[in-house]
C-alpha cells in the first residue's frame, strides 16, 4: 500500500517537475499554453458535476429528490449570464440552501 502511495506521489511530482525544468528559464510555446488553461476549468468540472448529478451514487434530475441538480442549473445559468465567480457561488449556494429548505 505505502509502496503506490509513494509511487503515485512520485510520478505526480516528477511529472509536475517537468514542466518546471523544461519552461523554467525561458517562455512557454503558444501552442502548449493555450490548452494548459483549460485544464482547471475541466478538474473543476470533473469533481463538480459528479456530486451535482449524482449525490447518492445514482443519476438522479428530479429537483424533489436532488436538490444539487437545479441549483447546478441556476448557478450555470448565472456564471453564463454574470461571469462573476463571486456571484455564482453566493447564488449557487443560496439556492441550493432554499431548495434544501423547501423541498
Request: aromatic fraction near 10%.
Amino acid at each position: 500500500m505505502w509502496g503506490a502511495v509513494i509511487a503515485i506521489g512520485l510520478g505526480t511530482y516528477l511529472t509536475r517537475l517537468s514542466f518546471i525544468g523544461a519552461f523554467g528559464e525561458r517562455e512557454m510555446p503558444v501552442w502548449l499554453e493555450r490548452p494548459l488553461r483549460y485544464v482547471a476549468p475541466a478538474v473543476l468540472g470533473a469533481i463538480v458535476l459528479p456530486a451535482v448529478v449524482m449525490p447518492d451514487g445514482v443519476i438522479e434530475f428530479a429537483p424533489s429528490s436532488n436538490p444539487r441538480f437545479l441549483a447546478g442549473v441556476i448557478a450555470a445559468a448565472v456564471a453564463i449570464r454574470f461571469r462573476n465567480i463571486t456571484v455564482v457561488i453566493t447564488v449557487g449556494m443560496a439556492a441550493l440552501w432554499i431548495l434544501d429548505a423547501l423541498l
